[in-house]
């Protein structure tokens, strides 16, 4: 790009001749750091300070409030560095956990709760009366989910597990528990066969609250994903006749192919899935509808009772909560199945509820309506970051008519005005 | 300008009003927005007045201030560009997010600072603000609650913010930290 293009599009911009085209070109340009000084040369340039007259006038109230502020600022300033704490004059609302804030603004929090209370909405005073018990938490605070998980050992020992951890954090009969990179291993350290049957076998569980992902190596290398809020129970050898797992929430597996072992999931509702070497999705949450096993790779069997299907990559085998009938979907988009697990929020005509339920996990928060029947019917589609705080997540999710306010730790949506 | 106290003060606001519209003139040119040119006209006589010990004659203060406000052009440009060019907010970055090794550090150090300046707002415009922004009321909610009339909010809640601008720059400034609010007003900060 030449400096004179640059120029001639500035020169554009400022004398407002620019087609859309040219200005998209032209704004592409300027947020890129290495033109910054160019810009700034032409801006000198065509702005012409020394000879150019005023050609727009402020609005002298404005100009005033804008005079007005410059001056008790710099006065404000050396009082509050002689006070860190500035005295508070009428605190109304809190936006920290400062104790000193809360009786007051739970008395306003009541009279808001009054208000809206006319106008029929009974979750307000519900809201009300727990702001008392709760501490504040500004929205600011709610940042999103990241990696973390509880592990339980055989003997009900829990240990914490953070993504910085690292080494050797126990041992299970053969088995030695590492921490490495975000990922808890099993690897066995016994002198004999490591594929023969160990009768030290125990059984340990690896968890997420809300908020937390975690990833796993079975010892049998199959490596497993957890999303927020779920769970996955195995031995830490695994027998020379099966390989099986029980899990709740949301998991992803990639299986070690072993056509000797089958690898067999068991999920909360009786639902088994069978599999040789594979990678396969399973969302089973309990707060939400459906129960939903998605193939990537490879071909699982699920078994329920009697009846049994099986699924080929791109299926998705669903089934309602407490029904055992399973439906198939065919060539579902794998992508969207598998986003949580690649750091990212993924929707495909995704209703606002199901959306919803994805932040509360993620977020760790409770998200609520005014009242049941006004969520809106929308459905949404696209893909952010899973690492961006709530405050912006829901900033974007206004300019699609989904308006929110978080109110002591609970999101609550709202219709738009109309 | 070796001035004190109101003397200062008088000098100030006369350079302040001989000036502000060609500043505003530039800045409205450029942004082709109302609000952001004045945004930068406080921003620019701010920074003005904060420095204004050390430019020492008339030429030295013509050319900072010409500086300072084509710089100041330039940033609301860029950021203006920022967001012109992010096509579908969800596809896109997020606003906000386009420093995330920063914006930890930036948040906390924000809030704090923010939280003083709040703090430091006369009586009504602090409650305006917080209702507004922390409540997330609307203007009519902020007005039947607080007795008075819609257009009364709007004008509290529009001095509020100029008023936290302000101050949480030249705090910013009182402690050296230009970079910082640079970027603050690159990334769009709700007051900023």
Known sequence: MSESKIKKLLEGYYNKTLTEKERKELFALISQPEYEQICKDIIEHLTNWENGSSTETMSPIEANHILQSILSASKQNIQATNKPYPNLKSPVVSINRHPKYRKRSWLVAAAVAGLLLTAGTYFWMQNGIQQQKNDLISINDVQPGKDGAILKLANGEEILLDSLGKGTIGRQGNAEIILQQGMLAYENTSNENPDQYDAKALINTLSTPKGRQFRLMLPDGTVVWLNAASSITFPTNFSDKKREVIITGEVFFEVKPDSEKPFLVQMPNQTRVQVLGTSFNINAYEDEPLLKTTLFSGRIEILNGESSVSLVPGNQAVQKSGDSAIQILKNVNTEEVAAWKNGLFSMRNLDVRALMRQISRWYNIDVQTESDAQFPELRLTGTFSRDVPLADLLGALKAYGIYSKFTDGKLILYPPEE | ?192
């Open chain 2, 1 to 192: 300008m070796e001035l004190q106290g109101s003397e200062k003060e008088e000098q100030f606001a006369q350079i302040f009003h001989q000036y502000r519209d060609k500043v505003y003139s530039i800045a409205l040119r450029m942004t082709e927005s109302v609000e952001l040119a004045e945004d930068i006209v406080q921003d620019v006589f701010l920074q003005l007045w904060l420095h204004s010990d050390k430019l020492s004659d008339l030429t030295h203060f013509k050319a900072y201030l010409f500086t300072t406000t084509r710089n100041h052009v330039y940033n609301a440009l860029k950021k203006k560009a920022i967001r012109e060019s992010t096509p579908e907010i969800i596809t896109a970055p997020l606003s906000g997010n386009s420093f995330p090794a920063d914006d930890v550090l930036l948040n906390k150090e924000y809030s704090t600072i923010l939280n003083q300046a709040i703090a430091q707002l006369p009586e009504q415009q602090e409650k305006v603000y917080r209702l507004t922004q922390f409540e997330q009321l609307k203007r009519d909610e902020i007005a039947r609650i607080m007795n008075i009339s819609p257009e009364t909010v709007k004008q509290h809640l529009a001095q509020a913010r100029r008023n936290l601008r302000s101050f949480c720059i030249s705090q910013l400034a009182s402690e050296g930290k230009w970079g910082l609010i640079t970027l603050y007003i690159l990334l769009g900060k709700n007051i900023f």
